[in-house]
Nanobody, 115 residues
Framework: QVQLVESGGGLVQPGGSLRLSCAAS????????MGWYRQAPGKQRELVAF???????TYPDSVKGRFTVSRDNAKNTMYLQMNSLKPEDTAVYYC?????????WGQGTQVTVSS
């Protein structure tokens, strides 16, 4: 089983930046596709960024050009660099590891964008 721990959330003003981290418990991290998701109050959880085991990335239009996902397999860690943050980016951000029929979620980290 893979345990995931997110960190780096907090309160930031509109237009600001944050960098989230997702640390995995196992060295087999490199064998998992990884994703960042977010869930705002009253809304469904949605994909924010996805990075495959070979480093291919995918973003929805809502964050494209502002968010960048990366992974460091040597550190068993995935990152999400978030720039030009907007109030609508406010949500709990989760990371997920996926491999075949297996998926594991972190506990989430709160991101609040407000002046």
């Amino acid at each position: 089983q893979v345990q995931l721990v997110e960190s780096g959330g907090g309160l930031v003003q509109p237009g600001g930046s944050l960098r989230l981290s997702c640390a995995a418990s196992q060295s087999i991290f490199s064998m998992y596709h990884m994703g960042w998701y977010r869930q705002a109050p009253g809304k469904q959880r949605e994909l924010v960024a996805f990075v495959t085991i070979i480093g291919t990335t995918t973003y929805p239009d809502s964050v494209k050009g502002r968010f960048t996902v990366s992974r460091d397999n040597a550190k068993n860690t995935m990152y999400l660099q978030m720039n030009s943050l907007k109030p609508e980016d406010t949500a709990v951000y989760y990371c997920k590891a996926t491999r075949n029929q297996y998926e594991y979620w972190g506990q989430g980290t709160q991101v609040t964008v407000s002046s």
